[in-house]
């Protein structure tokens, strides 16, 4: 079969092989209840995953997500005493409009999208640090239940976490297949010089996937506040690099365009069951990192659109 029409399908293929060689080698990891801890577990590194999805659409990258969701660890513990359920909307409103600021300064000062993402990533981490004294916060357990204790209870015995993960994944596939906006963005990933050619306003539409990014980073630094029942600067450290292998793994390529929320969902099934099986043959933390990296290479190269690349810098 030709490589270019086996492409499409290379994400559900992964995923099935993966699966069954950690099953024989684990029977027990095919077990319903394992399944469903396992993918409560990767619901923040999924909502990040998502919101990455919508600025590699375009063709760009978010190198901010991470201290993003840093950042609102600190907000949700800082601010829960005072501001109770409020702190929620505090802390999305904060990675929207950082996600905005990133969107700005790539569209109308031109600043390439992993520099500008870069730059806001460290403007979220300074404000981490700011605010946090530079430790580790805890939140009041009794109020954490009492405000935020649905995120991480059950449903019907499945793990609210997968609820949530749901509802947006929902929210996300509706703004992609059934708006302007995500027709729009479709176009801009695609090409963007003939996007604005036909009438579109390019960088309106650059800027709102960037703030999108940007949200749902902030959404899943919440939920990993409340989680954790606190948070610091550094405490999703390690995310990033395994999120925007989720995106590519999936089928959404650095250069835009194809893919999308859906293809996000089987790339993070495919980046827990390697989590998982790396827990399981014992491949130490320190060389996890370097797993991912090489996926995210291997990734890069199946899935990137040469056509569009007319050198490589």
Not at 265 to 284: H, K, N, P, Q, W
Request: hydrophobic share 60%; glycine share 10%; with cysteine.
């Amino acid at each position: 079969m030709d490589i270019q029409r086996l492409k499409p399908h290379l994400p559900w293929i992964t995923l099935t092989v993966l699966v069954a060689i950690v099953g024989m080698a684990d029977p027990g990891f095919l077990k319903p209840q394992n399944l469903m801890s396992l993918a409560g577990d990767i619901v923040p590194l999924f909502i990040m995953a998502l919101g990455l999805t919508f600025a590699i659409y375009i063709g760009g990258i978010d190198l901010s997500a991470q201290s993003m969701a840093n950042m609102v660890t600190v907000i949700a513990s800082v601010y829960l005493a005072s501001m109770g359920a409020w702190v929620a909307l505090l802390c999305v409103a904060a990675g929207f409009l950082l996600g905005t600021l990133s969107g700005y300064i790539t569209t109308r000062l031109y600043v390439p999208s992993f520099i500008s993402t870069l730059a806001v990533g460290g403007v979220a981490f300074s404000v981490a640090q700011w605010l946090s004294g530079q430790r580790a916060l805890n939140m009041d357990a009794a109020q954490r239940n009492e405000t935020f204790g649905w995120m991480i209870g059950r449903t019907w015995g499945v793990p609210n976490e997968l609820l949530i993960a749901a509802v947006l994944l929902v929210v996300c596939l509706f703004i992609e297949r059934r708006t302007i906006l995500g027709r729009a963005l479709k176009a801009v990933g695609a090409g963007e010089l003939a996007a604005a050619a036909s009438g579109l306003n390019v960088a309106r539409y650059k800027i709102l996937a960037f703030a999108i990014s940007g949200a749902l980073a902030a959404i899943a630094g919440l939920l990993f506040a409340v989680k954790l029942l606190g948070g610091a600067p550094t405490i999703a450290n390690g995310f990033l690099l395994p999120a925007i292998v989720a995106v590519l793994v999936g089928g959404t390529p650095l250069t835009g365009g194809v893919g999308g929320v859906l293809n996000t969902v089987i790339g993070t099934l495919i980046v827990a069951v390697i989590r998982a099986s790396m827990l399981y043959f014992e491949i130490d933390a320190t060389q996890q990192q370097m797993v991912f990296g090489i996926v995210l290479i291997g990734a890069i190269a199946l899935t990137i659109d040469r056509a569009k690349l007319r050198t490589v810098k």
